[in-house]
């Protein structure tokens, strides 16, 4: 099986050691982008994330199994013999879809070589994400239209496109990390309430953001429970942002999305037979862009999610300029 922990950065987080398959440092203040390191021989990125705090959390994906590592200075990976963990590196560019294409076809070439066929969660982080590039074009937009062709090019060896988080980090470059199994089967979920991101017209950009709304992941060798990892949520009803100026409509109908996202009425209808409540959400992380809003944030979302749920809450910039926050969560 695999699980996620949060915990607290410490120097060199991440003991114990033993089935630790990466982690993720949401950092605080560093002004350089993202840095991709072996830390005790862990594959680990450190994303420049939180504006407002200086200390970040960790995040952690343990496995069962022995551990094995490789990797070199743009990709580094670890995987147990039912999971893989691989996160990827971008340095700072004029423009990003090169090499954004050519770093995912590597990643997509791994999961294939070392038999993870199914890729079931990615995360993706873009340095100035709504700043344009050399070109005038949206760092993010950018970013898609790699990604996009990364996709078309490897879909034949991929099963589906799974949830992703697209989001903001300090500094420049971008980075991303997924998780992939070998045996398991998910089911890409999209939502009712919103046109696909696939779909999206190019008034968005000039190729649509590469992820489904949510994946559930079944059937691991050792995993008889069903995982459901939901994608960044946002306040976007069919394709348009909703309530651009308003914090408290934008929570409303990001968590309205999610709970529909997850409801047996939703979920029945890409063959998935359960239910799933916002009560049994972990492991959220809340992206919001103005320090100003949280108060409010952190308010709509003591009130939606269990009062014991891990959230983690980051100040960053979104994907679309009009969007103030962003919701991704686990159902463990
Ligand atoms: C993405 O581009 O992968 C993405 C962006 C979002 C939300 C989810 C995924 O704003």
């Not at 993720?24 to 982008?33: L, P, T």
């Not at 590592?69 to 580094?76: A, K, N, R, S, V």
Request: charged share 20%; net charge negative.
């Amino acid at each position: 099986m695999i699980n996620c922990s949060f915990v607290e950065t410490t120097r060199d987080a991440a003991a114990p050691r033993s089935g630790l398959l990466g982690q993720v440092i949401y950092g605080g203040h560093a002004q350089r982008g993202a840095v991709l390191e072996r830390l005790q021989g862990i594959p680990s990125l450190r994303l420049p994330m939180d504006r407002a705090q200086a200390e970040g959390f960790t995040e952690i994906w343990r496995v069962d199994g022995t551990v094995h590592e490789g990797g070199d200075e743009e990709l580094l990976y670890a995987h147990d013999g039912e999971f893989l963990f691989c996160a990827g590196i971008i340095p700072p560019a004029p423009r990003y879809a090169d090499a954004t294409r050519e770093l995912y076809l590597r990643a997509f070439d791994l999961v294939e070589r070392l038999g993870y066929p199914t890729i079931f969660r990615i995360w993706n982080f873009i340095g100035g994400i709504n700043a344009d590039n050399a070109d005038g074009l949206e760092n993010y937009r950018d970013f898609c239209r790699g990604r996009a062709e990364a996709f078309e090019a490897g879909q034949s060896r991929l099963h589906g496109m799974p949830a992703a988080t697209g989001i903001g980090m300090a500094g420049a470059g971008a980075a991303f990390y997924l998780l992939a199994c070998r045996s398991g089967a998910a089911a890409h979920i999209e939502n009712t309430r919103q046109v696909p991101a696939w779909q999206y017209p190019t008034q968005y950009g000039p190729r649509p953001p590469s992820f489904a709304r949510a994946s559930t992941l079944q059937g691991s060798s050792d995993q008889a429970s069903r995982m459901l990892f939901v994608s960044g949520t946002a306040s976007i009803l069919g394709h348009e942002t909703v309530h651009p100026d308003d914090i408290d409509g934008q929570c409303r109908v990001a968590i309205d999305n999610i709970a529909h996202l997850i409801s047996r009425e939703n979920l029945a209808l890409h063959g998935v037979a359960t239910a799933h409540a916002l009560r049994e959400l972990d492991f959220i992380k809340v992206y919001y862009r103005h320090g100003r809003d949280l108060a409010s944030i952190r308010a709509a979302c003591c009130h939606a999610f269990r009062p014991d749920a891990q959230i983690r809450y980051i100040e960053t910039d979104i994907c679309r300029a009009d969007l103030l926050v962003e919701i991704e969560a686990l159902v463990p």
